[in-house]
Antibody, heavy 120, light 105 residues
Framework: EAQLMESGGGLVQPGGSLRLSCEASGFSFTNYEMDWVRQAPGKGLEWVADIGSTGTTIYYADSVKGRFTISRDNAKNSLFLQLNSLRPEDTGVYYC?????????????WGLGTLVIVSS | DMQMTQSPSTLSASLGDRVTITCRASQRVGVWLAWYQQKPGKAPKLLIYQTSSLENGVPPRFSGSGSGTEFTLTINNLQPDDFATYYCQQYNSLWTFGQGTRVEI
């Protein structure tokens, strides 16, 4: 069974940094683009970043460009999101998800999410 | 920037009802439109992709239609498990979600 498990969330002060991780299991990680999607408390879903299967193609939402960095380690079936210069509006649950671009099915598997709180 | 607008924001319905949610894109997205269901405290779940293709395991009472800039999600014979928030998403140009539609009793 395909599964994603995020970790690394927590409480951080404005201007601080955090590194989120996502461990994949039950599927061939190297065959998929991977994404991060976040959700502020009581709000809707916001796409954050995407990385191609080999890590060479990367996209960011304008709201995080220059502050967040997405990366992956295919040998360890892991996806990462480095969050720098954090702002209170970055608070929310961060989900790891996969994009089955070969089958044209977006975001078919999601992790449970990890909560990031940016507050002083 | 691409914007996705869902209507209504909240929908009150009863068991057995047929409900329709509309999603409008600010630019044409072809058929690259998906729908997700999310329940409180849970991750979203893919229901429909490529406008009208049902994800594996999703009941056939869910259906999607549309093209270009206007799309709909229809739920026939509303069941207790269907009370949730629904999001549309375009994936023609990066990825953009609508603001969500809450289906409540």
């Amino acid at each position: 069974e395909a599964q994603l498990m995020e970790s690394g969330g927590g409480l951080v002060q404005p201007g601080g940094s955090l590194r989120l991780s996502c461990e994949a299991s039950g599927f061939s990680f190297t065959n998929y683009e991977m994404d991060w999607v976040r959700q502020a408390p009581g709000k809707g879903l916001e796409w954050v970043a995407d990385i191609g299967s080999t890590g060479t193609t990367i996209y960011y939402a304008d709201s995080v460009k220059g502050r967040f960095t997405i990366s992956r380690d295919n040998a360890k079936n892991s996806l990462f999101l480095q969050l720098n210069s954090l702002r209170p509006e970055d608070t929310g649950v961060y989900y790891c998800t996969r994009y089955a671009s070969g089958t044209l099915r977006p975001f078919d598997i999601w992790g449970l999410g990890t909560l990031v709180i940016v507050s002083s | 920037d691409m914007q996705m607008t869902q209507s209504p924001s909240t929908l009150s319905a009863s068991l057995g009802d047929r409900v329709t949610i509309t999603c409008r894109a600010s630019q044409r997205v072809g058929v690259w439109l998906a729908w997700y269901q999310q329940k409180p405290g849970k991750a979203p779940k893919l229901l429909i992709y490529q406008t009208s293709s049902l994800e594996n395991g999703v009941p056939p009472r869910f259906s999607g239609s549309g093209s270009g800039t206007e799309f709909t999600l229809t739920i026939n014979n509303l069941q207790p498990d269907d009370f949730a928030t629904y999001y549309c998403q375009q994936y023609n140009s990066l990825w953009t979600f609508g603001q969500g539609t809450r289906v409540e009793i």
